[in-house]
């Protein structure tokens, strides 16, 4: 199986979680790593690129840190333009259909914070419905969620465990829909 991460993090390089997270799952041979602000700084997306590295993995991986309970703007934009009628969707449109989509997103405050009771008072899936609904109209299987919660409190041991959690989960050719965080 073959996994394409689509990150879509302004400042990578200044990141604590998403980083960690890219550079644990660089290390495996069968997942490819696309910085999407990188490579789209003018946000001039190349369409035809990005459906490509579609049509070349399994399993897409969209991850991002989660601001203000959304996608960062890029992503947004990736959707509205790469999701196109007649690929995607539509008559013809079937390039998603066999794939399986996986968010994972970071957070800066706890998982507690994420719950009915929290401060949020939602969950970070019932934040992501959304993307669940993307996924099901272009037929791709939606994988449940990764989140990795509170990553100002967290220390570079346990950043670094997280990471391999992540990578276990994102990589495994029989993840279910259940949570893994």
Do not use: C
């Not at 490579?39 to 991986?61: C, F, M, P, T």
């Not at 914070?113 to 939606?142: H, I, K």
Request: hydrophobic share 35%; proline share 4%; net charge negative.
């Amino acid at each position: 199986m073959k996994t394409l991460v689509l990150v879509f993090h302004p400042n990578l390089s200044e990141s604590r979680g998403n980083l960690r997270l890219v550079e644990e799952i660089k290390k495996h041979p069968n997942a490819t790593v696309h910085n999407v602000y990188e490579a789209y700084s003018d946000e001039k997306i190349d369409i035809q690129k990005e459906q490509q590295l579609v049509e070349e993995h399994d399993r897409i991986v969209l991850q991002f840190p989660f601001y203000w309970y959304s996608a960062p703007p890029l992503l947004k934009k990736w959707l509205e333009e790469v999701i196109t009628y007649g690929w995607a969707y539509g008559t013809e449109g079937d390039a998603f259909h066999d794939k399986e989509i996986l968010v994972a997103v970071t957070t800066r405050v706890d998982e507690e914070d994420y719950t009915p009771e929290g401060d949020v008072s939602f969950t970070v899936s019932e934040l992501l419905r959304p993307l669940e609904a993307t996924s099901n109209f272009v037929g791709a299987r939606y994988l449940a969620p990764f989140a990795l919660h509170g990553v100002e409190h967290k220390s570079d041991e346990q950043l670094a465990e997280i990471a391999k959690e992540y990578v276990t989960y994102a990589l495994n050719s029989k993840s279910t829909l259940e949570s893994v965080r």
